[in-house]
């Protein structure tokens, strides 16, 4: 599986995509397996299909394990973990919190996700000169120990409507600060995650995937 942003630059892994990519697969009869292992950017991912109807209704992702080191994620700030990290970026202090799931994520905690501004808020962070390979930044309002609500402003291509390696990274950042539990219910514009950040190091992420449309490229032209 390959994914590339609006801006035409390829992301590592895709969380969203790879449970499409899942559904396409069974739905037409690639694959008679209810369990596929999917070849990314970010390495190999195994899926759960769970089927109904003989069609793939949701996909239960083993994303893997999240990643704190700052070199790896990569993010240019000292120190084996960037937890509750304060800077200052388009002229106002946040306290971010950084995590990679193949893609880099840094997580900013908030009071309200309705009335910010992100698309002026977003583009400051994505290419901050600490974060050497751009970044996609959550910003995530806890309403309880098992709900998160969050939107996402993401490298190459803007705010989307949800981020799967975002809501993954957005958990286990929640964990790092002791503000939720490790089952948490992500609540995106497009939709809500399931999101388990399991005792054995793991993130499993459990969401929809649903046919909008078919159709057909000529790629001669």
Same mark, same amino acid.
């Given at each position: 599986?390959?994914?590339?942003?609006?801006?035409?630059?390829?992301?590592?892994?895709?969380?969203?995509?790879?449970?499409? !990519?899942?559904?396409?697969?069974?739905?037409?009869?690639?694959?008679?397996?209810?369990?596929?292992?999917?070849?990314?950017?970010?390495?190999?991912?195994?899926?759960?299909?769970?089927?109904?109807?003989?069609?793939?209704?949701?996909?239960?992702?083993?994303?893997?394990?999240?990643?704190?080191?700052?070199?790896?994620?990569?993010?240019?700030?000292?120190?084996?973990?960037?937890?509750?990290?304060?800077?200052?970026?388009?002229?106002?202090?946040?306290?971010?919190? /950084?995590?990679?799931?193949?893609?880099?994520? /840094?997580?900013?905690?908030?009071?309200?996700?309705?009335?910010?501004?992100?698309?002026?808020?977003?583009?400051?962070?994505?290419?901050?000169?600490?974060?050497?390979?751009?970044?996609?930044?959550?910003?995530?309002?806890?309403?309880?120990?098992?709900?998160?609500?969050?939107?996402?402003?993401?490298?190459?291509?803007?705010?989307?409507?949800?981020?799967?390696?975002?809501? /993954?990274?957005? !958990?286990?950042?929640?964990?790092?600060?002791?503000?939720?539990?490790?089952?948490?219910?992500?609540?995106?514009?497009?939709?809500?995650?399931?999101?388990?950040?399991?005792?054995?190091?793991?993130?499993?992420?459990?969401?929809?995937?649903?046919? !909008?449309?078919?159709?057909?490229?000529?790629?001669?032209?």
């Amino acid at each position: 599986m390959h994914m590339f942003n609006a801006d035409g630059s390829e992301a590592q892994m895709c969380g969203n995509g790879i449970r499409c !990519v899942g559904k396409f697969v069974y739905d037409k009869g690639m694959t008679d397996k209810d369990t596929v292992r999917i070849k990314t950017g970010a390495g190999i991912k195994e899926l759960k299909l769970n089927i109904s109807g003989g069609k793939v209704k949701t996909v239960t992702v083993d994303m893997g394990t999240p990643i704190f080191d700052p070199e790896l994620i990569p993010v240019r700030l000292p120190g084996e973990k960037i937890v509750s990290e304060p800077v200052v970026i388009g002229g106002t202090e946040y306290r971010i919190t /950084c995590v990679s799931m193949g893609n880099p994520h /840094c997580i900013v905690f908030v009071d309200d996700v309705d009335y910010l501004e992100i698309e002026k808020t977003g583009p400051l962070f994505e290419t901050n000169e600490i974060f050497p390979e751009r970044v996609n930044t959550e910003f995530v309002r806890v309403t309880d120990r098992n709900h998160i609500e969050m939107r996402v402003w993401e490298r190459g291509s803007g705010e989307t409507l949800a981020c799967g390696t975002g809501a /993954c990274a957005s !958990v286990a950042a929640c964990v790092l600060n002791d503000l939720t539990d490790r089952k948490t219910a992500v609540k995106l514009t497009g939709g809500i995650l399931e999101i388990e950040y399991a005792e054995d190091g793991h993130i499993y992420m459990t969401g929809p995937a649903e046919t !909008v449309y078919e159709g057909e490229i000529d790629l001669q032209k």
